[in-house]
Protein backbone atom coordinates (compact mmCIF):
# COMPACT_ATOMS: atom_id res chain seq x y z
CA UNK A 1 0.00 0.00 0.00
CA UNK A 2 0.88 3.72 -0.57
CA UNK A 3 1.16 5.72 2.14
CA UNK A 4 -0.04 9.45 1.97
CA UNK A 5 4.09 10.44 2.38
CA UNK A 6 4.68 8.68 -0.84
CA UNK A 7 2.00 10.36 -2.62
CA UNK A 8 3.37 14.02 -1.30
CA UNK A 9 6.99 13.21 -1.98
CA UNK A 10 8.74 14.41 -5.47
CA UNK A 11 9.98 11.97 -7.09
CA UNK A 12 13.72 12.93 -8.50
CA UNK A 13 14.83 10.94 -11.58
CA UNK A 14 19.05 11.23 -12.22
CA UNK A 15 19.59 14.00 -15.03
CA UNK A 16 19.85 11.89 -18.07
CA UNK A 17 23.07 13.90 -19.42
CA UNK A 18 24.71 13.38 -16.26
CA UNK A 19 26.99 10.40 -16.25
CA UNK A 20 26.50 7.54 -14.37
CA UNK A 21 29.75 7.41 -12.26
CA UNK A 22 32.91 9.63 -11.85
CA UNK A 23 35.08 9.08 -14.17
CA UNK A 24 38.94 7.74 -13.40
CA UNK A 25 40.64 8.22 -16.69
CA UNK A 26 40.64 11.58 -18.31
CA UNK A 27 41.24 11.25 -22.14
CA UNK A 28 42.96 14.49 -23.07
CA UNK A 29 44.15 15.71 -26.17
CA UNK A 30 45.71 18.94 -26.43
CA UNK A 31 46.74 21.84 -29.47
CA UNK A 32 45.84 24.59 -31.63
CA UNK A 33 43.20 23.56 -34.22
CA UNK A 34 43.95 26.68 -36.19
CA UNK A 35 48.05 25.76 -36.04
CA UNK A 36 48.08 22.88 -38.77
CA UNK A 37 50.27 20.07 -37.12
CA UNK A 38 50.60 21.80 -33.61
CA UNK A 39 46.98 20.88 -33.82
CA UNK A 40 47.24 17.04 -33.47
CA UNK A 41 46.02 16.32 -30.12
CA UNK A 42 42.73 17.99 -30.75
CA UNK A 43 42.35 15.64 -34.50
CA UNK A 44 43.07 12.50 -32.20
CA UNK A 45 40.58 13.75 -29.49
CA UNK A 46 38.32 14.35 -32.02
CA UNK A 47 39.12 10.72 -33.49
CA UNK A 48 38.34 9.23 -30.11
CA UNK A 49 35.05 10.65 -29.83
CA UNK A 50 34.31 8.58 -32.44
CA UNK A 51 35.32 4.88 -30.76
CA UNK A 52 32.89 3.10 -28.66
CA UNK A 53 32.66 4.75 -25.18
CA UNK A 54 34.24 3.30 -22.24
CA UNK A 55 32.86 3.26 -18.52
CA UNK A 56 34.73 5.23 -16.66
CA UNK A 57 36.63 7.43 -19.19
CA UNK A 58 36.21 10.59 -20.10
CA UNK A 59 37.40 11.88 -23.37
CA UNK A 60 38.64 15.79 -23.77
CA UNK A 61 39.59 18.44 -26.04
CA UNK A 62 41.52 20.72 -24.15
CA UNK A 63 42.46 23.07 -26.93
CA UNK A 64 44.89 25.42 -25.28
CA UNK A 65 43.36 25.72 -21.72
CA UNK A 66 46.85 25.34 -20.47
CA UNK A 67 45.89 25.81 -16.03
CA UNK A 68 42.39 26.03 -17.15
CA UNK A 69 42.20 22.62 -17.15
CA UNK A 70 43.01 21.99 -13.44
CA UNK A 71 39.35 20.87 -12.62
CA UNK A 72 39.73 18.28 -14.64
CA UNK A 73 42.63 16.57 -12.73
CA UNK A 74 40.53 17.01 -9.46
CA UNK A 75 39.00 13.26 -9.24
CA UNK A 76 40.68 10.85 -12.15
CA UNK A 77 43.46 8.66 -11.74
CA UNK A 78 44.87 8.79 -14.73
CA UNK A 79 45.28 10.98 -17.49
CA UNK A 80 46.03 9.70 -21.03
CA UNK A 81 46.94 12.66 -23.21
CA UNK A 82 48.59 13.48 -26.53
CA UNK A 83 50.13 16.68 -27.93
CA UNK A 84 52.37 17.78 -30.94
CA UNK A 85 56.15 18.33 -30.19
CA UNK A 86 58.91 20.00 -31.97
CA UNK A 87 61.52 17.07 -30.68
CA UNK A 88 63.81 17.42 -33.95
CA UNK A 89 62.46 13.84 -34.67
CA UNK A 90 60.91 13.34 -38.07
CA UNK A 91 57.11 14.70 -38.66
CA UNK A 92 55.02 11.57 -37.15
CA UNK A 93 57.24 10.07 -35.07
CA UNK A 94 54.98 8.89 -32.31
CA UNK A 95 56.67 8.56 -28.41
CA UNK A 96 54.79 7.46 -25.30
CA UNK A 97 56.02 8.69 -21.96
CA UNK A 98 55.05 8.57 -18.33
CA UNK A 99 56.58 11.46 -16.50
CA UNK A 100 56.46 11.23 -12.80
CA UNK A 101 57.25 14.86 -12.20
CA UNK A 102 56.87 18.32 -14.06
CA UNK A 103 60.91 18.07 -14.95
CA UNK A 104 60.12 14.64 -16.27
CA UNK A 105 57.96 16.61 -19.24
CA UNK A 106 59.89 16.56 -23.01
CA UNK A 107 60.85 20.07 -24.56
CA UNK A 108 59.43 20.99 -27.18
CA UNK A 109 55.90 20.38 -26.50
CA UNK A 110 53.30 22.55 -28.92
CA UNK A 111 52.80 26.39 -28.73
CA UNK A 112 51.23 25.89 -25.28
CA UNK A 113 53.94 24.48 -23.49
CA UNK A 114 53.98 26.63 -20.69
CA UNK A 115 50.78 26.23 -20.48
CA UNK A 116 50.64 22.24 -20.23
CA UNK A 117 53.97 22.48 -17.87
CA UNK A 118 51.94 24.90 -15.24
CA UNK A 119 49.01 22.38 -15.47
CA UNK A 120 50.90 19.69 -13.87
CA UNK A 121 53.10 22.32 -11.73
CA UNK A 122 49.53 23.53 -9.95
CA UNK A 123 48.44 19.93 -10.24
CA UNK A 124 51.60 18.38 -8.43
CA UNK A 125 51.01 21.45 -5.44
CA UNK A 126 47.41 20.66 -5.19
CA UNK A 127 48.49 17.10 -4.68
CA UNK A 128 46.01 15.92 -7.33
CA UNK A 129 48.54 14.70 -9.84
CA UNK A 130 47.37 11.91 -11.94
CA UNK A 131 49.42 8.93 -13.26
CA UNK A 132 49.93 11.20 -16.55
CA UNK A 133 50.53 8.75 -19.63
CA UNK A 134 51.93 11.26 -22.20
CA UNK A 135 51.74 10.41 -26.02
CA UNK A 136 53.84 13.07 -28.56
CA UNK A 137 53.82 13.34 -32.14
CA UNK A 138 57.05 15.02 -33.79
CA UNK A 139 56.07 18.18 -35.98
CA UNK A 140 58.28 19.75 -38.21
CA UNK A 141 56.04 22.74 -39.18
CA UNK A 142 53.65 24.86 -37.78
CA UNK A 143 51.15 26.57 -40.29
CA UNK A 144 49.06 29.69 -39.31
CA UNK A 145 45.31 29.34 -39.86
CA UNK A 146 45.64 26.00 -41.12
CA UNK A 147 43.19 22.89 -39.85
CA UNK A 148 44.73 20.06 -42.11
CA UNK A 149 47.61 17.92 -40.76
CA UNK A 150 50.69 17.03 -43.09
CA UNK A 151 50.54 14.01 -44.27
CA UNK A 152 53.32 12.14 -42.17
CA UNK A 153 51.61 13.60 -38.87
CA UNK A 154 48.48 12.84 -40.15
CA UNK A 155 49.34 8.97 -40.41
CA UNK A 156 50.04 8.47 -36.81
CA UNK A 157 46.90 9.66 -35.57
CA UNK A 158 45.35 6.11 -36.37
CA UNK A 159 47.84 4.81 -34.24
CA UNK A 160 47.26 6.95 -31.35
CA UNK A 161 44.06 6.60 -31.61
CA UNK A 162 44.03 3.01 -31.12
CA UNK A 163 46.50 2.43 -28.37
CA UNK A 164 44.63 5.72 -26.39
CA UNK A 165 41.73 4.18 -26.27
CA UNK A 166 42.75 0.51 -25.74
CA UNK A 167 45.16 2.17 -22.85
CA UNK A 168 42.26 4.16 -20.96
CA UNK A 169 40.09 0.32 -21.83
CA UNK A 170 42.80 -1.01 -19.34
CA UNK A 171 43.02 1.61 -17.17
CA UNK A 172 39.38 2.36 -16.45
CA UNK A 173 39.42 -1.63 -15.50
CA UNK A 174 42.31 -1.22 -13.04
CA UNK A 175 41.55 -1.78 -9.23
CA UNK A 176 43.06 1.87 -7.77
Not at 18 to 37: E, H, I
Not at 62 to 78: A, C, P, Q, S, Y
Not at 102 to 116: M, T
Not at 146 to 172: G, N
Request: some cysteine.
Amino acid sequence: MISTHELSSPVVLPDPGAPLSQPRVLLLGVGNWLMGDEGVGIHVIHHLETQPPLFGVRVLDGGTGGINLLLEFERVTDVVMVDATRDGRPAGTITFLQPRRVGDLPRGLGAHDFGVKDLFAAAALLGQMPAIHLYTISVEEVEPMCTELSPAVAAAVPEVVATMHALAARLATETP
